[in-house]
């Protein structure tokens, strides 16, 4: 046993060595979404090195806790995240695995967006036979950009709580960046108030804080209840309905398997259109911005 | 948005909970603002409380309302906001304000609970019953194909909470379909040791290999792999420690050692003080590109065995009851692949999974220890050393969503086998015909279904080489139920 405790402290300490972290920027940041890994470089610049968990191609409640992931979270002064249980299949097992102390749920460095938003689609009963229901409510808050202006606030915080001799650089570029965020949502809603009234079908519950926001009108979901891939049965029942109220397009996110929303929209004679989910989700969708600049004219294009 | 802000700052104002986290002056000071903005906006202020105290109250049933009064706070709180936000965001970051709303009882403290149910039909060429793997001292766990036709399997009971801040426990019960209740696991995990370590004790399956750590209803067969039947009595679990470190790098590497009490194959029970067995483990892992990750790594299980009988027939076909005493260690290296496209892998994706085992073992052999000491002929026990080997390949492909193929391929070599009395002259080799120098093998080929991702069905096939020039053609179907909140599983 003595053998094996030297041969493992050698190893550790060879890895210790070979390991020289890069100590430019004061925080590394996991965000489990790109876009919160984008709001984080808006609030952090070169004070945050950013890791994104997942791209806008991948769906968040399907990712594996691959060893990468893993080495990052170890690494990771900061884990943000969309929270309400969008993570529960992975987060806990990077935490858990990384031994890492800070991450740990509950602490200072456990930033979930979810805790600082009213969600919405909250369950009235839990019961698996209704599909992948979120407890605590429609997890994908990052569609409505006045959410992404209150989770800004409270990220420029702990942010500052974290790396305090960064404090005033954080408050300044939130300050900015709300500023900048204002004005960009006066502009979507402008820029889309011909949306507001129009009825959509959508593929998975993704946009429904974003449809909110702009008062389009969800009429149908490809999927027969949340997280079960569209059947052509309920395909066919939801075209059914279309005659009555028919939708202006069939919207789907960056990560979702065309296929459904292409075979609806052929026989829905509608546009099938994609919506990118996250920064990256588009060529178009570069920063936080460009992203709902992206969304707001896919929509009109489609939908008008 | 401004809703959610509002009811922070005014649960701050009016209720005083956070008594640990405000300063009186903090309180003074929003107190303060909110009374210029009541005085600005009295009427709009006191209709948003009236919606905000009955959004709160039906919590969430009234959506679409607190939806309207946001909006409207919106107009009515633009100046505020800002302000109001940074002091509502600091009170949640504090989690002085988050609970607002959400009923806590001690309910709520309850662990994760989690329910398998397993169950199958399998048709079996051969009589499960004379399974035996040809070449390789029998393991006791559970290697037999199990039993022909329908059959429950082992129902397992998960629990898994934080103890406290520190620590995390997990227990899993496997309850026997013919009664009887298997503590499974049964350990404990630090959260917060810190600068990568994680620390583990209890009963739990070793993170040698790959396949070993996993339960039997995260397999993607219905069997464990001939490999792990031989060389581990199908999984190497223990009573003991596990102290893990990650290092802090782009690539995972992880280190690991663990010592436990011995307590299964290739290990038995010894009655001693201090460890009985013991284990390193190294792994490294990263992706390649958006598409592809993968992770390999090295294992060493070293352990004693005293005593460690079998069964055997001699070569005038007496039933015999043999002992191995000695060393006993065993090599593990593993590979896993896998493939999802821009690492999405709810329509396609592949997984490629390979092991190799090496174990030698040292020291002597007793033969037929049921006869009386006093008739025990000399040279009847003798030096035994063995340097066997196996590996397994496995491949599994989701084509479409719900839908997953895949094969696998075993060998298994008996290697060298040198037996002190075969030897000496004293025995034949035909004295131990558990031992006769075999090369096992099976094919495998698997289809399953699963509805969604608490459910799964598979038909498997399965062409058995097991026992020395016999096939056993094994025909599986199944099914797997994960009822209640089970947590993730490894990667």
């Known amino acids: ?304 | 948005m401004q809703r959610k802000i509002m009811a922070l700052a005014l649960a701050a104002c009016f209720v005083q909970a956070p008594a640990y986290a405000q300063s009186a002056a903090d309180l003074a000071e929003i107190r303060q603002q909110l009374d210029a903005m009541k005085r600005n906006y009295e009427s709009r202020i006191e209709a948003l409380e009236k919606r905000l105290a009955e959004a709160e109250a039906r919590a969430g049933s009234a959506q679409q309302q607190a939806a309207q009064a946001g909006r409207e706070a919106q107009v009515a709180l633009k100046e505020a906001r800002q302000a109001e936000a940074r002091q509502a965001a600091t009170q949640v970051a504090q989690g002085t304000g988050g609970a607002a709303g959400r009923p806590q009882s001690a309910n709520a403290f309850n662990p994760e609970m989690s329910l398998i149910l397993q169950g199958r039909a399998a048709r079996l060429s051969q009589d499960p019953a004379t399974y035996a793997i040809g070449g390789f001292l029998p393991s006791g766990g559970e290697v037999d194909p199990g039993k022909r036709g329908l059959s429950l399997a082992e129902s397992e009971i998960v629990l898994s909470a934080n103890v406290d801040p520190n620590v995390n426990a997990t227990f899993i019960a496997a309850l026997a379909p013919e009664g009887g209740v298997n503590v499974e696991n049964a350990y404990f995990q630090t959260l917060g040791l810190g600068n990568g370590f994680t620390l583990k004790g209890g009963r739990f399956f070793s993170k040698i290999g790959y396949q070993n750590e996993q339960h039997s209803h995260a397999w993607d067969f219905v069997d464990a792999p001939l490999a792990y039947r031989a060389f581990f009595g199908g999984q190497l679990a223990d009573d003991g420690v596990q102290l893990r470190w990650v290092a802090p790098t782009d690539l995972l590497v992880e280190l690991g050692a663990e010592a436990g009490r011995g307590l299964n194959f290739p290990a038995n029970d010894r009655n001693k003080n201090g460890a009985g067995l013991a284990t390193l483990f190294a792994r490294v892992g990263g992706d390649l590109g958006a598409s592809h990750s993968w992770r390999t790594g090295l294992s060493y299980v070293r352990t004693r065995a005293d005593n460690r009988s079998w069964d055997d027939a001699d070569s005038t076909g007496a039933a015999v009851t043999n002992a191995f005493t000695g060393r006993s260690r065993t090599w593990v290296a593993d590979l896993v692949w896998k493939w999802a496209p821009e690492g999405n892998p709810t329509a396609q994706n592949f997984k490629f999974q390979t092991e190799y085992f090496r174990r030698s073992e040292d020291g002597t052999l007793a033969f037929d220890t049921a006869t009386p000491p006093a008739t025990l002929t000399p040279g009847l026990t003798g030096d035994y050393a063995s340097r066997q080997s196996g590996w397994y390949a496995q491949g599994v492909y989701q084509f479409m969503p719900h839908w997953r193929a895949g094969v696998r391929v075993d060998r298994l070599s008996s290697g060298r086998v040198s037996i002190g009395q075969v030897a000496s002259g004293a025995l034949t080799a035909a004295d131990f015909p558990a031992l006769a120098a075999y090369r096992p093998g099976a094919g495998s080929a698997m289809l399953d279904w699963s509805p969604s991702e608490f459910s799964r069905f598979r038909l498997q096939f399965t062409r058995d080489r097991s026992r020395p020039g016999v096939t056993d053609n094994q025909l599986f179907l199944q099914y797997i139920l994960s009822l209640g909140a089970h947590g993730a599983h490894s990667w």
Not at chain 1, 53 to 68: E, F, G, L, N, Y
Not at chain 1, 82 to 96: F, I, N, S, V
Not at chain 1, 272 to 301: C, H, N, Q, Y
């Open chain 1, 1 to 304: 046993m003595l053998n094996v405790k030297r041969l493992l402290c050698g190893l550790a300490a060879a890895v210790s060595l070979a390991a020289t972290a890069p100590a430019a920027a004061a925080l590394n940041v996991l965000a489990c979404e790109p876009e919160w890994g984008a709001l984080a470089k808006e609030l952090g610049a070169d004070r945050v090195n950013i890791y994104n968990a997942t791209s806008a191609m991948q769906d968040v409640h399907h990712i594996q806790a691959r060893p990468s992931l893993i080495a990052a979270a170890r690494r990771a002064d900061l884990v943000v995240c969309a929270g309400a249980e969008l993570e529960a299949g992975w987060l806990p097992l990077l935490t858990r695995e990384s031994g890492n102390a800070k991450i740990q749920p509950g602490g200072l460095a456990y930033f979930e967006a979810a805790k600082f938003v009213t969600l919405i689609d909250v369950p009235a009963r839990l019961d698996r036979s209704d599909g992948d229901v979120h407890a605590q409510g429609n997890p994908h808050l990052q569609t409505d950009p006045r959410n992404i202006a209150v989770v800004a606030v409270a990220l420029a915080g702990r942010l500052a709580e974290l790396d305090p001799a960064g404090a005033a650089i954080y408050r300044e570029r939130a300050e900015a960046f709300a500023t900048r965020w204002k004005a960009a949502i006066v502009r979507w809603e402008a820029r889309a108030a011909p949306l507001r009234g129009v009825r959509v079908v959508e593929h998975h519950r993704a946009f429904s804080y974003l449809f909110r926001w702009l008062g389009i009108e969800v009429v149908g979901y490809l999927e027969p209840k949340p997280g079960v891939e569209p059947s052509t049965g309920h395909m066919a029942q939801l075209l059914e309905t279309q005659r009555a109220r028919p939708a202006k397009a069939v919207v789907r996110t960056s990560y979702n398997d065309p296929r459904a929303s292409v075979w609806f929209a052929e026989r829905a004679k509608r546009p099938a259109v994609m919506l990118p989910f996250s920064v990256g989700g588009s060529e178009a969708a570069r920063d936080l911005t460009s992203w709902f600049d992206d969304i707001v004219e896919r929509l009109l294009k489609a939908a008008l």
